[in-house]
């Protein structure tokens, strides 16, 4: 039944939809926290809900998912995708008028270092991760590549309280868009997470920054809000809000994560 289940959703992520005439928007990423997965454990962290898009446009993501899978030790296997629905600035009818994929992105994470201090319950890890992005979005061809490198750190603070930090950089080439040529960018990200050990809660903040060498505008997104973390689930409620011109201006979105082990 669990991989019955792990398949039926895995196949719903990557099915193909018919493209249609949605603007391109960011993936909204919030893990690259070093908590690799054991091998055989499958993890589905899937979001959506609605945004204000760059060009005001009213904008659905269902879902924004991240499929993972730890294959080895310390190393996990990753699908990142976003369909969106969207309906245009000031125009009528349902906001699922319209409907297309956002490129994907195919991963290798690994981790490469972690040093512990048994004393303070603390460490430090340093990994990679990356892979060639797929040309889903309208318009889009060819294959795009994008890597990170990143670096963590957890604390364990008063009444046991863990708080993990993660700062990523890198670069994103995305696939051609149309007769456009390929985006670039450049990529720096800060995530924290502040286990709090009541009630499985944990609060999340996070800064995803997307700066373009190309044409189209930068992008600086805050991310926060409330996972409460259970045997086999965790659910957030997350509230995104746009610093700069590009990318989504601001949002709600709710996301569930089971964690299925299939091996």
């Not at 981790?111 to 603390?122: E, H, M, Q, W």
């Not at 051609?176 to 800060?190: K, Q, S, V």
């Amino acid at each position: 039944m669990r991989v019955f289940f792990a398949v039926a959703i895995a196949a719903l992520i990557v099915a193909g939809a018919a493209p249609a005439a949605a603007q391109r928007g960011s993936a909204h990423r919030f893990k690259r926290d070093l908590d690799l997965r054991g091998p055989g454990l499958l993890e589905i962290d899937c979001a959506g809900g609605p945004v204000r898009g760059e060009a005001g446009q009213t904008r659905v993501l269902l879902p924004d998912c991240e499929i993972a899978l730890g294959v080895v030790r310390d190393v996990e296997l990753a699908f990142t995708g976003v369909l969106a629905f969207e309906r245009p600035a000031g125009g009528g009818g349902s906001v699922f008028g319209a409907h297309a994929w956002e490129n994907a992105w195919v991963s290798v994470e690994a981790g490469i270092l972690r040093v512990r201090n048994p004393a303070t319950r603390s460490y430090w890890s340093l990994g990679v991760r990356a892979g060639p992005r797929l040309p889903l979005a309208p318009a889009a061809h060819g294959l795009g590549v994008e890597g990170l490198l990143l670096a963590g750190r957890m604390i364990t603070g008063p009444r046991a309280v863990q708080t993990r930090f993660v700062l990523s950089g890198g670069f994103e080439i995305d696939p051609a868009d149309g007769d456009r040529g390929r985006p670039r960018a450049a990529l720096a990200n800060l995530d924290v997470e502040s286990i709090l050990g009541w009630r499985g809660l944990r609060l999340l903040g996070a800064l995803d920054g997307t700066f373009h060498t190309t044409d189209e505008p930068n992008a600086l997104t805050f991310v926060g809000g409330v996972t409460w973390a259970m045997p086999g689930l965790e659910i957030s409620g997350l509230g995104l809000y746009g610093l700069s011109g590009g990318g989504d201006r601001y949002g709600a979105l709710l996301r569930v994560e089971p964690k299925i082990h299939l091996w």
